[in-house]
């Protein structure tokens, strides 16, 4: 589930555009959704919730509520994807938001989406406002962030944020691991060609205790000082390949605390 520190990050770099790969049950959607309509008013006008019978796939998460917009919607420049494989998810995702047009569901494999939204984006010849990634296409066995970020890091700037991500430090937090590969920064950073990206991790998990990560591309020190009175920790701005000995070790060492956690784990 996405943090609400999230929606901070979308206010202060006024991001106009929200991707997310993987609806599920549709409740990062909804909440961003509402976060759009409060931040801008173009977005589209809540009358009402609705609170469904969906929940997210822990005990403690409650019924999600889904905001009914105003039938006097319009497009706007402000706009969320979210890019769902499953067909019945999509269809679901499609009822709950088709009152909006700035909403979009679109049932599609994420890396072929990412693909081709990529190439429209950098077809353009305006410069597109601000977008924010958030990738959490994690359940099924075939694990597509590779060619996500590959499409994603062909923009000149962005937001990405990875859901299940292991956090420094922090080992209580949740991850991802699939197939021996844990879903953390050693894993991903091969992807990210010659960028130069700055990652901030947070002091706290989110509200499924699981960890996360934020990375930003084309963005100034300056522009991103806000994140510093946020619960948040500056990694290191990183170039690729810039120091492979570094990256070796500091591979080795996050290997091995994954190793004991899992085997921890299994006993």
Not at 25 to 38: N, P, Q, Y
Not at 42 to 69: A, C, K, Q
Not at 78 to 88: A, C, F, K, R, W
Not at 219 to 224: G, I, N
Request: glycine content about 4%; hydrophobic content about 35%.
């Amino acid at each position: 589930m996405i943090d609400d520190l999230c929606k901070v990050v979308i206010a202060e770099l006024d991001i106009h555009t929200f991707v997310e790969t993987g609806l599920f049950e549709g409740e990062t959607i909804s909440l961003v959704s509402r976060w759009f309509s409060e931040l801008h008013p173009d977005f589209g006008d809540i009358e009402s919730m609705l609170l469904s019978e969906s929940s997210g796939v822990n005990p403690w998460n409650t019924r999600i509520p889904f905001p009914i917009f105003a039938e006097t919607s319009k497009k706007s420049e402000y706009q969320l994807i979210s890019v769902e494989l499953d067909e019945e998810r999509a269809q679901k995702g499609r009822a709950l938001f088709d009152n909006n047009p700035n909403i979009s569901i679109v049932k599609q494999s994420s890396e072929e989406f990412m693909d081709i939204f990529v190439d429209e984006l950098s077809g353009k010849s305006e410069k597109r406002e601000g977008v924010f990634f958030y990738l959490d296409a994690h359940w099924n066995e075939y694990w597509p962030i590779k060619e996500e970020i590959q499409a994603i890091d062909r923009l000149d700037q962005y937001v990405l944020c990875v859901d299940d991500f292991f956090v420094p430090g922090r080992p209580e937090f949740g991850f991802d691991v699939y197939q021996g590969l844990p879903c953390s920064w050693q894993t991903l950073s091969p992807w990210f060609r010659d960028s130069e990206v700055q990652i901030y991790y947070p002091f706290r998990s989110n509200r499924d205790n699981r960890g996360w990560v934020l990375i930003f591309k084309g963005y100034s020190t300056q522009s991103l000082s806000f994140l510093d009175s946020l619960p948040l920790w500056r990694w290191k701005s990183w170039k690729s390949k810039s120091n492979p000995q570094e990256l070796r070790r500091e591979a080795r060492r996050t290997l091995k605390t994954i190793k004991k956690m899992l085997t921890g784990r299994r006993n």
